[in-house]
T-cell receptor, first 117, second 113 residues
């Protein structure tokens, strides 16, 4: 079974440029997450989707970040314009929905490493 | 209140030794405590997890010890192997929001051959 797929794996851009990351979750996983991981730190949640609905986006810097999950499957995270401090790894994760699911079991992709020059 | 504090930041252990990583939390509403393992260039992967109604959980060489009164939990890796070299993150989730994880800052473990 395929895991969570993210692209691109690496992206280098100049500051003030836009960038977009794409995530394809594990088939059947209703919940999708975008996490930010700075070097030497743990992942920090940016946004969580339950199907198409963003149920927690309180940590998403909405002035420059946006996300969408059309049709409740794939998701895109966009930054416009990018700043130097946005250099980090952007992780996508998915999990099964429903109360019977083992809590906390997230399946992560390999991440998209962004470098802003 | 939402933080999970992890120590040490880095750990070097000889092959065959015991690796111990500690985490502490403040929010008593946390009720699920997983550990994730991350290899370079990969995403974190669930290693083992515990609920606060038990004091210990063991899976192979990996054991979580949980001290509810002290609000601390730790990961013990017995007979550490070079293949265990990775970054380990503790995490916690709130009662009623099981998939909303708060991660610690990570421990980079190096097991020397």
């Amino acid at each position: 079974e395929a895991g969570v797929v993210q692209s691109p794996r690496y992206k280098i851009i100049e500051k003030k440029q836009p960038v977009a990351f794409w995530c394809n979750p594990i088939s059947g996983h209703n919940t999708l997450y975008w996490y930010l991981q700075n070097l030497g730190q743990g992942p920090e949640l940016l946004i969580r989707y339950e199907n198409e609905e963003a149920v927690d986006d309180s940590q998403l810097p909405k002035d420059r970040f946006s996300a969408e999950r059309l049709k409740g499957v794939d998701s895109t995270l966009k930054i416009q314009p990018a700043e130097l401090g946005d250099s980090a790894v952007y992780l996508c994760a998915s999990s099964l929905g429903g109360p019977s699911v083992t809590p906390g079991e997230l399946f992560f992709g390999e991440g998209s490493r962004l470098t802003v020059l | 209140q939402q933080q999970v504090k992890q120590s040490p930041q880095s750990l070097i252990v000889q092959k065959g030794g015991i690796s111990i990583i500690n985490c502490a939390y403040e929010n008593t509403a946390f009720d699920y405590f997983p550990w994730y393992q991350q290899f370079p260039g990969k995403g974190p992967a669930l290693l083992i997890a515990i609920r606060p109604d038990v004091s210990e959980k063991k899976e192979g060489r990996f054991t979580i010890s949980f001290n509810k009164s002290a609000k601390q939990f730790s990961l013990h890796i017995m007979d550490s192997q070079p293949g265990d070299s990775a970054t380990y993150f503790c995490a916690a989730s709130l009662r009623g929001s099981a998939r909303q994880l708060t991660f610690g800052s990570g421990t980079q473990l190096t097991v020397l051959p």
